[in-house]
């Protein structure tokens, strides 16, 4: 019997070495499942993140390119000087000498609306133009995209227009008017960026199939190692043709060359896992509990990782379209707000309310900055609540305030909102040791009332500004108002001609 017990106990025991042997094995398996789970995760996050910034510094190179370019494909004077008559001294000393010791613009080449080279310029060399028709031939197909965005934008517009001037920034607009590539040219890799020559004040666009500026500029190794530095990548290059043989190259395909195969960029992968397997490799000759803490733990450093990344690119893009004091708004993201609604129409009328504050230099220079941030962000929240679902403020300087304004927008409304704000602006604001007090003066026009465009409507608004401060600040002015006080003193001045005749006449009777 006692031998009995006893075996069975031993059995037992045999068990439950065995149960705790596979639970321990079947839990670090678990672990190994979920680390190499995590470790494809952290390297797909990793990839998609560096993807996703080489593709946005790639659309960064052709916007400066494209940006560099456009001194000279949005300008008048080039226009003019590029028409059937070449103007050469324009050529000489705005192209040949601008484009390429200021910007590095290898090669320069006016397209004529038959895609046949009116202008050429190596470096600072103007040369045949017909020695750049195969550079043409090459990327007709970007001579040939930027031309169809022209059309396309011509065609959207829903009136007329009868120049090109303050309609629409080929560059830095939703819908820019370039096209841009990386190719093969002169024996090493350039981006090519191709604009259509337009005007950037008042001289009119040309009828027709339009002319194009191409330009070419090459990759150098400088540029590579920037990319490096700023993407925070290694051994990043670009190459033509011919997949990376090394299974750690990360790799981007660009563009395709006519006859020359496909442009890459390609990268060393550095995976994350690695870094995850590395911290994992001592729980596994560990007990049950240290390996459960350190499932904890690693578990808990994946998550604060993605989370700190999540974290990261939410503050990134709000920084980018908000005042890093105040936390309102700024002028970005106020210019983008109003050019959708002037764009798609989204809305019959907006009101814009530009706003200074008053004697707050005074405050600055008697208390010192803090005090002064002190003040502008005791101000943006009261903008803010005072605006609410109305609309939004934004800071687009120093002590510059721009109200988008999109209910309530009759006159009577807009201009009690722009009372109680230059009443909340005067209240007294509490700073360390003392308590100060500014004021603001604001300007308000209506959209399209008073202007149709983003740049004129504002400028109007900040032309009723400084009728504000002209008047004695504190005050609020609208546009109109501008326009009815010419009226009025004219009216004055005909009135006063006509009493003096009249003061004439009597005397001579």
Same mark, same amino acid.
Request: net charge negative.
């Given at each position: 019997?006692?031998? +009995?017990?006893?075996? $069975?106990?031993?059995?037992?025991?045999?068990?439950?070495?065995?149960?705790?042997?596979?639970?321990?094995?079947?839990?670090?398996?678990?672990?190994?499942?979920?680390?190499?789970?995590?470790?494809?995760?952290?390297?797909?996050?990793?990839? %998609?993140?560096?993807?996703?910034?080489?593709?946005?510094?790639?659309?960064?190179?052709?916007?400066?390119?494209?940006?560099?370019?456009?001194?000279?494909?949005?300008?008048?004077? !080039?226009?003019? %000087?590029?028409?059937?008559?070449?103007?050469?001294?324009?050529?000489?000393?705005?192209?040949?000498?601008?484009?390429?010791? =200021?910007?590095?613009?290898?090669?320069?080449?006016?397209?004529?609306?038959?895609?046949?080279?009116?202008?050429?310029?190596?470096?600072?060399?103007?040369?045949?133009?017909?020695?750049?028709?195969?550079?043409?031939?090459?990327?007709?197909?970007?001579?040939?995209?930027?031309?169809?965005?022209?059309?396309?934008?011509?065609?959207?517009?829903?009136?007329?227009?009868?120049?090109?001037?303050?309609?629409?920034?080929?560059?830095?607009?939703?819908?820019?008017?370039?096209?841009?590539?990386?190719?093969?040219?002169?024996?090493?890799?350039?981006?090519?960026?191709?604009?259509?020559?337009?005007?950037?004040?008042?001289?009119?666009?040309?009828?027709?199939?339009?002319?194009?500026?191409?330009?070419?500029?090459?990759?150098?190794?400088?540029?590579?190692? $920037?990319?490096?530095? $700023?993407?925070?990548?290694?051994?990043?290059?670009?190459?033509?043709?011919?997949?990376?043989?090394? #299974?750690?190259?990360?790799?981007?395909?660009?563009?395709? *060359?006519?006859? #020359?195969? !496909?442009?890459?960029?390609?990268?060393?992968?550095?995976?994350?896992?690695?870094?995850?397997?590395?911290?994992?490799?001592?729980?596994?000759?560990?007990?049950?509990?240290?390996?459960?803490?350190?499932?904890?733990?690693?578990?808990?450093?994946?998550?604060?990782?993605?989370?700190?990344?999540?974290?990261?690119?939410?503050?990134?893009?709000?920084? +980018?379209?908000?005042?890093?004091?105040?936390?309102?708004?700024?002028?970005?993201?106020?210019?983008?707000?109003?050019?959708?609604?002037?764009?798609?129409? $989204?809305?019959?009328?907006?009101?814009?309310?530009?706003?200074?504050?008053?004697?707050?230099?005074?405050?600055?220079?008697?208390?010192?900055?803090? %005090?002064?941030?002190? *003040?502008?962000?005791?101000?943006?929240?009261?903008?803010?609540?005072?605006?609410?679902?109305?609309?939004?403020?934004?800071?687009?300087?120093? =002590?510059?305030?721009?109200?988008?304004?999109?209910?309530?927008?009759?006159?009577?409304?807009?201009?009690?909102?722009?009372?109680?704000?230059?009443?909340?602006?005067?209240?007294?604001?509490?700073?360390?040791?003392?308590?100060?007090? *500014?004021?603001?003066?604001?300007?308000?026009?209506?959209?399209?009332?008073?202007?149709?465009?983003?740049?004129?409507?504002?400028?109007?608004?900040?032309?009723?500004?400084?009728?504000?401060?002209?008047?004695?600040?504190?005050?609020?002015?609208?546009?109109?108002?501008?326009?009815?006080?010419?009226?009025?003193?004219?009216?004055?001045?005909?009135?006063?001609?006509?009493?003096?005749?009249?003061?004439?006449?009597?005397?001579?009777?």
């Amino acid at each position: 019997m006692n031998r +009995a017990a006893s075996g $069975k106990q031993k059995e037992l025991k045999s068990y439950v070495w065995i149960a705790c042997i596979l639970a321990t094995l079947a839990f670090l398996s678990s672990n190994i499942i979920m680390l190499k789970i995590a470790s494809n995760t952290a390297d797909d996050v990793q990839l %998609a993140k560096q993807m996703q910034l080489v593709e946005h510094e790639i659309e960064n190179q052709y916007f400066m390119h494209a940006r560099d370019q456009s001194q000279i494909s949005n300008w008048d004077d !080039a226009l003019k %000087a590029l028409e059937e008559d070449v103007d050469l001294e324009f050529v000489k000393s705005e192209i040949a000498d601008w484009l390429f010791s =200021d910007f590095d613009i290898q090669m320069s080449i006016v397209v004529d609306p038959k895609n046949m080279p009116r202008v050429a310029v190596y470096e600072e060399t103007i040369l045949d133009p017909s020695k750049a028709q195969n550079a043409i031939d090459q990327n007709i197909d970007l001579v040939n995209k930027t031309r169809e965005k022209f059309v396309d934008y011509l065609s959207a517009q829903t009136v007329p227009i009868e120049n090109f001037s303050g309609i629409h920034d080929p560059i830095r607009s939703a819908s820019p008017i370039y096209a841009a590539g990386f190719r093969h040219f002169n024996g090493q890799i350039s981006t090519v960026v191709a604009q259509v020559l337009v005007p950037h004040d008042d001289y009119p666009m040309p009828s027709g199939t339009p002319r194009v500026l191409l330009t070419f500029k090459p990759v150098t190794q400088a540029n590579l190692s $920037k990319i490096n530095q $700023k993407l925070e990548l290694e051994n990043f290059e670009l190459r033509i043709g011919g997949m990376p043989s090394n #299974e750690e190259k990360q790799v981007l395909k660009l563009s395709e *060359v006519p006859r #020359e195969g !496909a442009i890459y960029a390609s990268w060393h992968h550095t995976k994350a896992s690695a870094y995850i397997w590395k911290m994992a490799y001592p729980t596994f000759g560990l007990a049950l509990l240290i390996s459960l803490l350190a499932l904890v733990f690693v578990g808990r450093k994946f998550a604060t990782t993605v989370e700190q990344l999540q974290r990261s690119e939410e503050q990134n893009r709000f920084l +980018a379209l908000h005042d890093s004091l105040t936390g309102l708004p700024n002028r970005l993201f106020f210019d983008r707000e109003l050019e959708t609604i002037i764009a798609e129409q $989204k809305q019959d009328r907006c009101a814009i309310l530009c706003m200074d504050l008053d004697h707050f230099k005074a405050v600055n220079d008697s208390f010192g900055h803090h %005090a002064g941030d002190v *003040v502008l962000k005791t101000i943006s929240d009261r903008l803010s609540t005072i605006v609410g679902e109305s609309g939004f403020a934004s800071r687009v300087g120093g =002590d510059e305030f721009i109200i988008l304004v999109k209910n309530h927008l009759d006159k009577d409304s807009v201009m009690y909102l722009s009372d109680q704000l230059i009443e909340e602006a005067c209240k007294p604001i509490e700073i360390p040791g003392a308590s100060v007090q *500014v004021g603001a003066s604001i300007g308000v026009a209506w959209w399209p009332d008073d202007a149709l465009t983003v740049k004129s409507i504002i400028r109007s608004a900040d032309e009723a500004l400084y009728y504000s401060k002209e008047k004695g600040r504190g005050t609020v002015s609208c546009a109109d108002q501008l326009h009815n006080t010419g009226d009025q003193l004219k009216a004055n001045s005909d009135q006063t001609v006509i009493d003096q005749m009249r003061d004439a006449t009597s005397r001579t009777g």
